[in-house]
């Protein structure tokens, strides 16, 4: 297997803790004590993601920087898509030496992106100025550290670059816009992990050019953005036939935050004319370039009709969710109530679900067994179940997991 994603630390630890960030969106990972012409000397990769450490952490600006570009040189001779340059979350090291040296072998126009955050550490990146908890980082132990002591808090001042600070209103395309208007090294400031999502779908929009440098904090969020491959479909469907007031409220919270829900009325149900022809449309609307939602909810009326069973309605959603899945957007499922996931599982012909890990507590994660569709992934629920961002919480693990 040849690796689409390279790892590049200054040390053996470093090298772990992002790498393991990759392991939890579903990367296949591997972590190797040495650099890389060690690992691919052995033969034995079998990975998506390759971590290597080039040990430089102690070394003078030069030999690091030597020992980086060789690094570099050898994943791009053995054709990686992506590179992530893990850098200490606070500075220390040959920081700017290190940097340059891995941009210069990226690409001819490669723009080093600089974010060392690590808020679930207490590291956020303040107009520019590392803080940890609170305090400028030379103002901590690592501004004493024995062999490599950070006499610089400011980062843009520490590698003479520009820096970005988002607004509230800047999305990641705007941001990518002004990190591409920028030099070919460019801090940009984070305080929250809403921040290093952002900023890592910044860093994806600005194409393969683009060479994001952080900690484990960017790692998580490149880990999962590079996981969102178009390629895999646009659209999570949810169906849910449950009518337990906690999955009503659910749909209600995905709603809002930006989900298109589709409610048949239950004569449409009850009508084999009728819901041909509102399936027919609704297959319409979804195919019609840019006029699919990201999030589709198929939702069981709550409104009780004679003659209409609940499993009557699961069975005509579940010969929904057929079509819009065969319709190829589709990247991930969730079905909610026992009635509708068992239809969707019968409708797709799936045999069983691959269990991978669980959304939250009684909330599991899987790819389909059998059928055409199989290993497409699916997330399962039962009506009472879940906090009420429950459902928010699957379409982002959907979304932002690696499942091949």
Not at 374 to 385: H, L, Q, S, Y
Request: negative net charge.
């Amino acid at each position: 297997m040849k690796p689409q994603i390279a790892i590049i630390a200054d040390d053996l630890t470093g090298a772990g803790d992002s790498a393991v960030q990759f392991v939890r969106c579903g990367w296949e990972t591997q972590l190797y004590v040495g650099g890389s012409e060690e690992a691919f000397a052995l033969g034995d990769m079998q990975a998506q993601v390759v971590s290597v450490n080039s040990n430089s952490r102690a070394m003078a600006p030069q030999a690091a920087a030597q020992a980086v570009a060789r690094e570099m040189q050898t994943f791009r001779k053995h054709g990686v898509r992506h590179v992530f340059k893990k850098v200490d979350s606070t500075l220390r090291g040959a920081f700017a030496a290190e940097i340059e040296a891995a941009r210069q072998q990226w690409h001819e126009n490669a723009i080093a992106v600089v974010c060392p955050a690590y808020p679930a550490t207490g590291r956020t990146l303040e107009n520019g100025v590392l803080l940890v908890n609170g305090t400028p980082v030379t103002e901590t132990s690592a501004g004493t550290d024995p062999v490599t002591p950070v006499m610089e808090s400011s980062v843009p001042v520490m590698l003479d670059c520009d820096l970005v600070s988002p607004t509230q209103d800047d999305t990641p395309a705007t941001l990518a816009q002004k990190i591409g208007g920028c030099g070919p090294i460019v801090v940009v400031d984070a305080s929250t992990d809403a921040d290093l999502k952002r900023l890592a779908q910044a860093i994806v929009m600005l194409g393969e050019r683009a060479l994001p440098v952080g900690a484990g904090g960017l790692a998580m969020a490149m880990a999962a953005a590079w996981a969102s491959d178009p390629a895999s479909g646009d659209i999570v469907l949810a169906v849910v036939t449950s009518q337990h007031s906690a999955t009503r409220a659910q749909v209600v919270a995905l709603q809002e935050y930006g989900a298109t829900v589709l409610t048949p009325e239950p004569l449409v149900l009850g009508d084999d004319g009728l819901w041909q022809s509102w399936q027919q449309a609704m297959l319409e609307q979804i195919t019609r370039s840019g006029e699919a939602s990201r999030i589709l909810v198929l939702l069981a009326p709550a409104r009780q009709v004679p003659d209409l069973t609940s499993a009557m309605v699961a069975r005509r959603l579940g010969q929904s969710a057929l079509a819009i899945v065969g319709t190829g957007k589709v990247r991930g499922l969730i079905a909610t109530g026992g009635d509708g996931a068992e239809q969707v599982m019968s409708a797709l012909q799936a045999t069983g679900i691959r269990l991978i890990d669980e959304v939250s507590g009684g909330v599991p994660l899987g790819t389909l067994i059998g059928g055409e569709f199989a290993g497409m992934p699916i997330v399962t629920k039962a009506g009472g179940f879940g906090a009420e961002n429950v459902l928010i919480q699957a379409a982002e693990t959907l979304t932002e997991r690696k499942f091949k």
